[in-house]
């Protein structure tokens, strides 16, 4: 299965301000996919990066406040901008799987925004 | 997408062997039924993935009645570094493409000596 290296690994962060979250895969992806995961809850997709194309956000999410790159098939970005205390939580990256091996995760980020 | 129902939480001894299940009642002919495992501070883990009967790997074993309706991840002698939170997910083609993952709430299993 890929590996995905993700950092910052938690930052804390002024409102207002804006942080980019880096993932980067060991081997060529497709597909990517952003999540936020609030302390103690499950995981909520925030968008699919998929190369060559903008991402796909989900319900609730928009891209000026989430915006996201894929410049090729092994990284990707996430952006929180303009935070306030309200997106404090830990996001997550994901790369589609291989074969039947599922699909693979970063570390997470933790944020917390004062 | 298949809604999935987990219990929330599950409690165990060292040794004991763990036994999950997750209903699964509007699940398509062509889903797949996969588990995830997830440690505090760490994305979740692929544990195992089945269609149909019995799957088995190194770390657990996955049955799945024949109606598919349900399915059963079993944890053999678990340990301390067993606890974590288990999700059951519905949908994700076995090839894995292009489809995002919906996680359910997760079932939390704590594991105490």
């Known amino acids: 299965s890929a590996v995905i290296s993700q950092k910052p690994s938690r930052d804390i962060c002024q409102r207002g301000t804006s942080l980019t979250i880096q993932c980067q895969v060991d081997?060529?992806?497709?597909?990517m996919f952003w999540y936020r995961q609030q302390p103690g809850q499950s995981l909520t997709l925030i968008a699919t990066?998929?190369?060559?194309?903008?991402?796909?956000?989900e319900s609730g999410f928009v891209i000026d406040k989430f915006p996201i790159s894929r410049p090729n098939l092994t990284f990707s970005t996430l952006t929180v901008s303009n935070m306030s205390p309200e997106d404090s939580s830990i996001y997550l990256c994901?790369?589609?799987?291989?074969?039947?091996?599922?699909?693979?995760f970063g570390s997470g980020t933790r944020l917390t925004v004062v | 997408l298949a809604k999935t129902t987990q219990p929330i939480s599950m409690d165990s001894y060292e040794g004991q062997e763990v036994n999950i299940t997750c209903s699964h009642n509007?699940?398509?002919?062509?889903?797949?039924i996969t588990w995830y495992q997830q440690f505090p501070s760490q994305g979740p883990r692929f544990i195992i993935q089945?269609?149909?009967t019995k799957v088995t790997n190194e770390v657990a074993s996955l049955f799945i009645p024949a109606d598919r309706k349900s399915s059963t991840l079993s944890l053999p002698r678990v340990s301390l570094s067993d606890t974590a939170v288990y999700y059951c997910?519905?949908?994700?083609?076995?090839?894995?493409?292009?489809?995002?993952?919906?996680f359910g709430k997760g079932t939390s299993l704590l594991v105490t000596p």
């Open positions: 994901s790369a589609e799987g291989q074969g039947a091996r599922g699909y693979t």
């Open positions: 081997s060529q992806v497709t597909m």
């Open positions: 990066a998929n190369q060559g194309s903008e991402a796909t956000y």
């Open positions: 509007n699940i398509a002919t062509n889903d797949y």
């Open positions: 089945g269609y149909k």
């Open positions: 997910l519905v949908g994700a083609s076995r090839s894995n493409s292009g489809y995002a993952l919906n």
